[in-house]
Structures are given as C-alpha cells and as structure tokens.
C-alpha cells in the first residue's frame, strides 16, 4: 500500500506540473496584456512599465513561470513585500494575495460540497437499494422513472425555481448565503440547506440508478446464489454479499464527483449567490488575472488528484479481488 500511494502520489505532482505550465502559457496567447488590466483605464507608459518590473512581467515567459513555481513551494519577493509559501502571488486586480482569498472562499466550496455529497450519496444509495430490493415492483418503477427525470434537470434551471417557490413565493426556506460554522451551525445549516437540496437532487438520480443497477447485476453473480443455495436469508445475502460487490464501483464515482465539487461548483455557486473556488475561477478568467487564475487551477486540480488517489485505496480495501503491485 505503501508503495503505491508514494507512486501514485509522485504521478500526481507530474500531473499537477503539467496543469500549471499548460495553464500559464495559454494564458500568454490571449490578445489582453495583463500589466495594463492591473493599470487601469488612464495609465501612462511610465505607470505601466513600473508594474510590469513589480509583478515580474518584463522577464522572459519560461522565468516567470519558475519564479511562479519556486513561490509554491519557498515563497517568493514581490515589490510590495515577501510572500510566504505557498505563494501564488498577487491579484493583478486588487493587488491582495492569491493564497489569502483562495483559504477566504474555499470554506464557502467546501460546505457547500461535503453537504450536498452526503445528502445524495445516503439519499442515493438507499433509494437505490431499496429499487433493488423490490425490483419489478411499482416502488422500483416509480423510482426509475423518478430518477430518469431528475438525471434530466440541471441546477441552473432547478436553482431558479426553487428560490421562486420556496424564498420568494413561501417564504419557508431563508435566501441562501454562506455563514461560517464556528459563527453558528445553525445559520450556516439554513443558509445552505436549499443549494444542498438541489445540488443533491441532480446527483441523487445518478447514484439512485447506478446502485440499483449495480445491487441487480451482483444479484446474478454465482457467488451470491452460492449464499441462496447453503440457507442464507435473503436479507443476509442482500447486504453481507451483494452490497460489498456493488459498492466498489460507486465509491469510484463518488470520490471523483466529491473532487471535483471541492475544485469548485461553478454553477451552483452562480445561481445561489454564493462566493466560493468556482465563482471564483469565473471571475478570474473574465478579468484575465493569472495569479488567481493559476491559484484556482492547481488547488482545484489538487483536490481531484488526491480524492482520485484515496479512492483507489479505498477500493483495494472493499474488494479483496484487487491487488495492489
């Protein structure tokens, strides 16, 4: 195990290198200089090339991008002052810290994902199983049918409705916001219950499908007859044989959904008004700010990666099918 988690984990930082020398020499092909964005509208030459030395930007492209990197990991001297590890420099809109604003907003994407994960993933998993359970049944086609709809709708358009209804016209659900959960649970509870709700309904009609499919499939398998064959009840070889086969594969798609929701739910983030990692990364690419684009991009990817790396473990542990080399 050992072995393979110091392997996987070497891949992943080549993975993350490769992200973060892609994104910043793409970001150099677009027609915007971002020198003068830091200027602002009424900037005179003399303005401009004193920015341009402050942030770095007079030197060639290949040695920012190592500066860039040697920052991440030693921190980094700017004109303003030095910047302590991990340093993704500063902001060329507001000149604050990249680092500082990513910690600022990532609590905000971090509530919001680990809730809503939770809420479809046991929502998910046990409407799924109890379709398999009762499969041919009016309960397992009220539920596929149910779930085939719900795979159908998108966040943007069940965001907008149900602020209508349940804020504007009810008025039983409070607008949701972002409050810290040291500052009280439960207005950090309301604030996001309602982007939980609806974050969870898309996902929940994925995992309520692929776990019926799956507990039906390791229903078939010759081993889970075997159990039928010796006397076992049926609830034994529901969940001790059939359920440890099935949930391999969901705790795959999990960990790389829980990933990358922790990189930034964009859109959910939009349409509920809340300042997290994707509004965030919308904003930097629309102003072309590098460093936090930059900042966003490795730290995004980073929660991928690791999430991806804890899963195959995870996946080793529940299927004593798989070897690690």
């Known amino acids: 195990m050992l072995r393979f988690l110091t392997r996987r984990t070497l891949g992943a930082i080549v993975i993350l290198v490769l992200i973060s020398a892609i994104t910043f020499f793409l970001f150099f092909a677009v027609p915007s200089e971002p020198a003068r964005l830091a200027c602002g509208k009424n900037c005179d030459p003399e303005s401009l090339a004193l920015i341009k030395q402050n942030l770095g930007l007079d030197q060639p492209i290949p040695v920012q991008y190592w500066k860039f990197m040697v920052g991440i990991v030693a921190g980094r001297d700017f004109a303003v002052g030095h910047c302590s590890a991990p340093c993704f420099g500063y902001s060329f809109v507001n000149n604050e810290p990249v680092w500082d604003t990513i910690v600022d907003r990532f609590p905000t994407t971090l509530s919001l994902a680990v809730g809503g994960a939770a809420v479809?993933?046991?929502?998910?998993?046990?409407?799924?199983m109890i379709a398999a359970w009762r499969r041919g049944t009016w309960a397992d086609k009220l539920v596929s049918s149910l779930s085939l709809i719900g795979s159908s709708l998108q966040v943007y358009f069940v965001g907008v409705v149900c602020l209508a209804w349940f804020v504007s016209g009810l008025g039983i659900l409070e607008q949701p916001a972002y409050h810290p959960f040291t500052a009280g649970p439960g207005a950090w509870f309301k604030g996001l219950l309602l982007p939980w709700l609806v974050l969870s309904l898309i996902f929940l009609a994925d995992y309520t499908r692929m776990t019926r499919s799956q507990m039906v499939e390791q229903l078939q398998e010759e081993h889970v007859r075997a159990a039928r064959a010796k006397g076992l009840s049926g609830r034994t070889v529901f969940f001790r044989y059939a359920w440890r086969g099935a949930i391999a594969p969901i705790v795959t798609i999990f960990g790389i959904d829980l990933g990358s929701l922790l990189g930034g739910a964009m859109i959910t983030e939009y349409t509920f008004?809340?300042?997290?990692?994707?509004?965030?990364?919308?904003?930097s690419?629309?102003?072309?700010?590098l460093p936090m684009l930059m900042g966003v991009m490795l730290v995004s990817a980073a929660a991928i990666v690791v999430f991806n790396i804890l899963v195959d473990a995870v996946y080793a542990l529940?299927?004593?099918?798989?070897?690690?080399?």
Not at 318 to 325: G, H, M, T
């Open 318 to 325: 529940i299927d004593p099918r798989v070897r690690l080399a």
């Open 285 to 289: 690419v629309q102003l072309t700010d």
């Open 273 to 283: 008004t809340l300042h997290g990692m994707g509004r965030l990364a919308v904003e």
């Open 120 to 128: 479809f993933l046991l929502f998910g998993v046990g409407i799924g």
